[in-house]
């Protein structure tokens, strides 16, 4: 086991929806926690959650990766940090095709920038955000790490698949920085006390939380993106994943690097359940565990959608000792309990 009182562990984005509930994971391990965000897609008020459910403020920093000036400083008053976990990013796809150069930006040059930064203090520990976005529609099913990385149909899809390039390429030449890349397949969810959780700026673009706006009354109807493909029940089948299962893979991962386990200095994990759900097994576990109908309605497919899409966790699973936990019931049920938490506060 890794004594982590006294590891400084840098989680950039970590007001962010997974970087939050990682946060939690990281100081109930016992890790020293700094945050670095600047709250583009987040609010202070996730600090004030992390604290209530871990009794911890976390250090926090409201700064932009994109601006070397401002972040030297930082690296230089936290040159002791251990590990850096780096979701800080922007994730929305459609948005990435009208803005591919501010995508390009904010996803790829501040990881550039972070990673000159921990250079210079010989920082040598990073775990990275990637998504299975990167394997595009898959030639086989389950997907595993090795399936072949395909063009990317989006300027966000890019960025994952560059970041990646760069980490590998970085790997290769200086032996002793190791990274760990963690493909997510579908986060959904949020933390069960419901102090954290997703917040999505205006119309969401994901399923679940749309899911949970229509029940609410914020959206009229949810629209199901075709019913026409090659599936049972002709709906697109995903591998959703609890966003605490997720978090807990990266406490994992950062052990594992602190503790040199690694078999190569670049490794990548598929982090989701293994199962894959259709749209319409997602809405039948909501109204189930809720007890109430929802309003959808079939629509045309959705322009940029894959069939299927789902995990093999076997290296997960194996190598690096983590498996999900959580059912989609599970998450179902924290996804609606957050909601309702969001709203009753507004
Ligand atoms: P999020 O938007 O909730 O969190 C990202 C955080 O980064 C936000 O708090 C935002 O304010 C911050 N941020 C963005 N640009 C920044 C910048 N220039 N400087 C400092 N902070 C900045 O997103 P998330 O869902 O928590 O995703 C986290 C990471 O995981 C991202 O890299 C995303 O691409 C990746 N990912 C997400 C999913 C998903 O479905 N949510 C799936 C696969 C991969
Ligand atoms: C899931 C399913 C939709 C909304 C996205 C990103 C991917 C990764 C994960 C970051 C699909 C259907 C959705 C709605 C619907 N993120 N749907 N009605 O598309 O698998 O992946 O998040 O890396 O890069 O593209 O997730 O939640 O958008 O959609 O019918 O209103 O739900 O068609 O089949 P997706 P999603």
Not at 27 to 32: I, K, P, S, V, Y
Not at 37 to 42: F, I, T
Not at 82 to 100: D, I, L, R
Not at 149 to 175: F, H
Request: proline residues 4%.
């Amino acid at each position: 086991m890794t004594q982590t009182n006294n590891i400084k562990v840098l989680v950039t984005g970590g007001l962010g929806y997974i970087g939050s509930h990682t946060v939690v994971e990281l100081q109930n391990a016992g890790f020293n926690v700094v945050i670095l965000d600047n709250l583009s897609n987040s609010t202070i008020d996730v600090l004030e959650g992390i604290t209530k459910i871990t009794g911890i403020t976390p250090d926090f920093y409201s700064l932009d990766l994109r601006s070397k000036e401002d972040i030297k400083p930082f690296f230089k008053t936290h040159s002791d940090i251990s590990g850096v976990v780096h979701f800080a990013a922007s994730k929305a796809v459609g948005e990435s095709v009208q803005k591919p150069l501010f995508y390009y930006q904010n996803n790829v040059t501040t990881l550039i920038n972070v990673l000159q930064e921990l250079k210079s203090i010989e920082c040598q520990n990073f775990i990275f955000s990637s998504s299975c976005t990167v394997y595009g529609e898959a030639d086989s099913l389950p997907i595993t790490e090795t399936s072949p990385i395909k063009p990317a149909v989006s300027p966000y899809g890019n960025t994952k698949q560059i970041s990646e390039e760069i980490l590998r390429d970085i790997c290769v030449i200086n032996r002793k920085f190791k990274t760990v890349a963690l493909r997510y397949f579908n986060p959904i969810g949020a933390h069960s006390s419901g102090y954290i959780g997703e917040l999505p700026l205006g119309v969401p673009q994901n399923l679940v939380p749309y899911i949970t706006q229509t029940a609410i009354g914020v959206r009229e109807q949810l629209p199901v993106f075709g019913d026409d493909y090659p599936t049972e029940d002709g709906t697109c089948i995903r591998d959703y994943i609890h966003v605490v299962d997720v978090a807990k893979a990266h406490v994992v991962a950062l052990n594992r690097l602190l503790n040199s386990q690694q078999e190569s200095n670049y490794e990548v994990f598929n982090i989701g359940t293994g199962n894959g759900s259709s749209v319409l097994q997602v809405i039948e576990s909501f109204e189930e565990v809720t007890n109430q109908k929802l309003n959808y309605k079939i629509v045309d497919r959705r322009l940029g959608d894959v069939t299927s899409a789902y995990a093999d966790t076997t290296k997960a699973n194996t190598i690096l000792g983590w498996k999900a936990r959580f059912s989609l019931d599970d998450a179902m049920r924290d996804a609606w309990n957050w909601e309702k938490k969001i709203r009753t506060k507004k």
